[in-house]
């Protein structure tokens, strides 16, 4: 008996994770266009038209938020306030700040990698070369590499091979480093050249590129000291310098795994998700975190379709029973997707309060897995409540909920405010020296990383105008 019980909530456990989940990656208003679907076909569910707190079903006064949810649970002033809140209870950004507001803006794609190199090395380009450089730059692969042999370039222009190979050159050596190479292995070797002219390259690096890949992408590291004659510790130092410095696929350097944006394009947020403010509006006051919930009323299963199920005919029972589990697993799933919100928003609240109140800049280092292990969930849980959510900050600008656990954003925005305030372009080693200096050791590549990011040109095209912070 015990068995049959088993396997009779086991698909209906596996439906209600599964529902959940997916709420739980939709933004509000692509959950109010799920509910809103639901609705419409599914007679067992009902909206009632009522104000009531979705966390703790109070009913609750013609305005304002719930005023049980809404208050402190503590005097301490650092803990944040966390609740539902109804649609309705939703005003736009001009009634909710005044004018002298910042301007509601944040980072969007900008340029996609072709157009950036080009933008950099057209300068040194003769006008006649251009062509070249971008037909060679439309015909990148997805890490950056060339995906056509000189051949095919010199016979579309009729041109010498030794032209193109010189486009070719000045486009490996601009950002990122390596781009347009035609193998993993040359764009290595590139990046080898320019690190040399200022930075101390182990023995036998170069030597384990050329003729070691294979044993070092097995870790063989022993095989390949005895293959080059060399010392496992000095083996251990060049490949440690590989790994540390040198990426195979340029594309993934400059622009990470999913193509982090760059702040010199603006894309707009009409409505965010979440929203940030202080309690009262006094800044003495903790932080009131409202996780928007897009529908006005009450979400239910309809009682009275309860009650007619049990005398329906029998050859529509079948149907209705399942619109009626359909219209309980969805008001269920909301209510944990609610939960879970709440949960994550607390702590990622009250981890990053100093860079929600002071900027960016103070931004703590924290991940998607810390979080999953404190509330003791999955962390493609907390991937998918961080996806595509967008958070309105107290001083009125709205960003993505993923720029909380962004592990670079601090660091690439001091590097944009030293560069706003230089007095004439920088390198990439002065800034690293300066950013040393504010507390983030990091290397020049990685300065050069930060800042192609950011969409900012090197110093030999960059000119004194300030870039946006």
Request: proline share 7%; glycine share 2%; charged share 25%.
């Amino acid at each position: 008996m015990f068995q049959i019980q088993s396997h009779a909530l086991r698909p209906l456990t596996t439906a209600h994770l599964a529902q959940t989940m997916t709420l739980l990656s939709m933004t509000a208003d692509e959950l109010r266009q799920e509910i809103e679907a639901e609705l419409s076909t599914n007679p067992a569910l009902e909206m009632v038209e009522e104000r009531r707190c979705p966390t703790c079903n109070r009913l609750l006064p013609p305005h304002g938020s719930c005023p049980m949810c809404s208050c402190p649970k503590s005097d301490d002033s650092e803990e944040p306030i966390v609740f539902i809140s109804p649609r309705e209870d939703f005003t736009p950004r001009s009634d909710r700040y005044e004018d002298n507001a910042p301007e509601i803006d944040q980072p969007a794609m900008g340029a996609d990698l072709p157009t950036y190199v080009f933008r950099q090395i057209a300068p040194e380009l003769a006008e006649e070369d251009r062509p070249i450089a971008a037909f060679l730059l439309t015909r990148l692969d997805n890490d950056g590499l060339l995906s056509v042999g000189i051949d095919e370039t010199v016979r579309y222009f009729h041109v010498l091979p030794s032209r193109v190979e010189n486009v070719l050159s000045i486009i490996k050596r601009a950002n990122p480093v390596g781009v347009g190479s035609r193998s993993p292995q040359e764009a290595l070797l590139v990046q080898i050249e320019l690190l040399a002219e200022n930075k101390y390259i182990p023995d036998f690096t170069v030597e384990i590129i050329m003729n070691g890949m294979d044993k070092l992408s097995r870790h063989q590291l022993t095989e390949l000291a005895h293959q080059l004659n060399a010392s496992t510790r000095k083996i251990q130092e060049a490949v440690r310098f590989i790994s540390e410095n040198l990426n195979p696929f340029p594309s993934r350097s400059h622009w990470g795994d999913v193509r982090l944006p760059s702040r010199t394009a603006v894309q707009v947020y009409r409505q965010p998700d979440i929203i940030i403010n202080y309690l009262n509006n006094d800044v003495n006051n903790p932080l009131v975190v409202e996780i928007i919930m897009p529908v006005y009323g009450t979400l239910r299963v309809n009682p009275l379709f309860r009650q007619a199920i049990r005398q329906v005919e029998p050859k529509k029972k079948d149907a209705w029973r399942s619109d009626l589990e359909k219209a309980s697993l969805l008001v269920k799933c909301i209510q944990q997707r609610n939960h879970t919100m709440q949960r994550l928003m607390q702590r990622v609240v009250s981890i990053q309060r100093v860079a929600i109140v002071q900027g960016e800049r103070y931004l703590r280092q924290l991940t998607r897995a810390e979080i999953a292990v404190k509330l003791e969930v999955h962390e493609s849980t907390i991937s998918r409540a961080v996806s595509s959510k967008t958070v309105q900050l107290p001083n009125g600008r709205i960003v993505p909920l993923s720029s909380f656990f962004d592990r670079s954003l601090n660091a690439r925005t001091v590097l944009c405010e030293l560069i706003s305030e230089e007095s004439k372009p920088m390198s990439d080693s002065e800034l690293a020296k300066l950013m040393a200096k504010e507390g983030f050791q990091v290397a020049r590549r990685t300065v050069a990383k930060y800042r192609a990011m950011e969409g900012i040109l090197p110093a030999h095209l960059r000119n004194t105008v300030s870039y946006p912070v």
